[in-house]
């Protein structure tokens, strides 16, 4: 592997926890868990898989703080003033790593693998756009298992905008693992899986975790498990 590109990684990857810490986005545990991950993702998946990490991020912390005075006034908004820890970045980013490791280890899978890994970014993109920004946008709100109203921002509550809003966010992750591995089906691929785990995570917030079963963390790493899981399977029964 080339050391100058593995050094400017470790460098961007430091500079990113730095600069995070500091700007309250995370704690010093998560940005050191989140830069090992990163660092799994970039030995995967090269610059394009450290560009889906970047843009998972982005987006997910300027949603989490846009609107943030309404969000506070009507309760909506996150816990710690929205600052991740390291169980909210393994429950995010986990799966990623652990298939940009795979993706290392065994190269003859790499197409997979990596597929599989922008899958798991665009599931956890769509859950943060569609629940942040549905919050703010959403017009009507619905059980997930019921279809009929629901109070905003319960677990398991969905909007029509929220939804489109994730599905967005899952466009611009597909767009970009495409522009970095090619363009084809693996675009409709990860729209579905993205919206695959955007689902599953309602449907398990509106049961398991209203009833205490689960706690966020779990739910969360379920869902990018699944857009993971979904697009793998997609990959396979239709590539």
Known sequence: MDSFRLGLVVLLLGTGMVCSVRAGKLSTAAAATGGALGLLIYLGSGFTGLVLLGLFFAMGTAASSWRMADKRRQGLA???????????VLANAGIAGLLGLLTWQLPNHAPLARLMLAGSFAAATADTLASELGNVYGSRYYNILTLRPDTRGLNGVVSLEG????????????????TGFGWGP????LLIAGTAGNLVDSILGATLERSGVLRNNAVNFINTLTGALVA??????LG
Request: proline share 0%; hydrophobic share 45%; aromatic share 14%.
């Open 186 to 189: 693996a675009f409709g691929w």
């Open 163 to 178: 939804t489109l809003l994730g599905l967005a966010g899952t466009a611009v992750l597909a767009a970009a693992y495409c």
């Open 232 to 237: 793998g399977a997609l990959s396979y029964w």
């Open 78 to 88: 996150e816990e710690n003033r929205g600052r991740r820890t390291t169980g909210q």
